[in-house]
């Protein structure tokens, strides 16, 4: 049993796309996993390690952070853009994978994907900081499994499958976490923006309209066949379901219930 498991562990390491075997913390799985690991190790333990210790204000710390976010995701998203919708060569809809294809453009492409990957382990912070100031309440099954996973099919997006038709996906959530982050950059300030932040419903509106946007564009990729592989994409319609259907309950729970009661 324990020669299956580093069988299969070392057949992992050898597969995935050439162009970006050589990345960081890519073709070895075992820095991803052991990131999760950490990160959920943090979200159980964390909460009891602070009990009964004064929460941290981090004031000055999440409006650095928030900014830095706010910067990245634009850049991602420029580079996303331009790669995609600025390469007359790119077919928007359904951009098939040619691993022998290391032109300047699609390497562009792939090491923005690379990026994106790698912020999803930057955002962790969202969770540690929410554990440093002792607000549990905000550390939902929601808040867990999206960060989680995220990292996980991020990680095996640029594996696998770099660049091509997935592009979609992670540059319209650039576009949300711009406002997120800008957002919560906004509210960090002190409570006398709490008055300019009165659009936190729309955009939880605009997230759950990202993930049909994102769906309806996984499907015509699936109904085209562009030459992408398929089981990525119906990992990716499947898990933007998940999405949908968490975010809509928290928006119900937080926002309709809210004006029933008052």
């Known amino acids: 049993m324990f020669q ?4 299969y562990y070392n057949g992992i390491k050898s ?10 913390f890519v073709e070895d799985p075992l820095w991803v996993f052991c990131a999760a690991a950490v990160y ?10 602070m009990q009964n210790k004064q929460a941290l204000g981090l004031r000055n710390m999440l409006i650095v952070y928030n900014g830095f976010s706010v910067a990245l995701s634009i850049w991602m998203m420029y580079e996303f853009f331009v790669c995609s919708f600025l390469n007359p060569n790119f077919n ?40 440093l100031r002792k607000k549990n309440n905000q550390i939902s099954f929601l808040h867990v499994y999206h960060h989680t996973s995220m990292l996980l099919l991020q990680w ?31 509210a960090a300030i002190g409570p006398h923006m ?3 932040l009165w659009w ?6 605009m997230q759950m309209i990202q993930f049909i946007v994102v769906m309806a564009h996984v499907v015509n990729a699936i109904q085209t066949d562009c030459g992408f592989p398929p089981v990525f994409m119906w ?3 499947f898990y933007m379901i998940t999405l949908f259907i968490q975010f809509f309950q928290f928006y119900i729970a937080s926002y309709s219930n809210k004006a029933k009661s008052s």
Not at 4 to 7: P, R, S
Not at 15 to 24: F, I, M, N
Not at 98 to 105: F, N, Q, V
Request: glycine residues 6%; contains cysteine; positive net charge.
């Open 4 to 7: 299956g498991i580093v069988d």
């Open 15 to 24: 597969q995935g796309d050439v162009r970006s075997k050589e990345l960081y």
């Open 40 to 49: 959920l190790t943090v979200v159980i333990l964390g909460p009891r390690f």
């Open 92 to 131: 928007l809809l359904c951009q098939d994978m040619d691993e022998t294809d290391r032109s300047p453009m699609t390497m562009r492409l792939i090491n923005v994907h690379w990026w994106y990957f790698f912020s999803k382990v930057i955002e962790f912070m969202d969770t540690f900081f929410f554990v």
């Open 156 to 186: 095996s997006l640029v594996k696998y499958v770099p660049g091509g038709v997935s592009y979609f996906g992670p540059m319209c959530n650039c576009f949300i976490h711009t406002l997120m982050y800008a957002y919560y950059g906004l």
């Open 194 to 196: 709490q008055k300019y």
């Open 200 to 205: 936190k419903k729309y955009l939880t509106r």
């Open 235 to 237: 990992i990716l319609f």
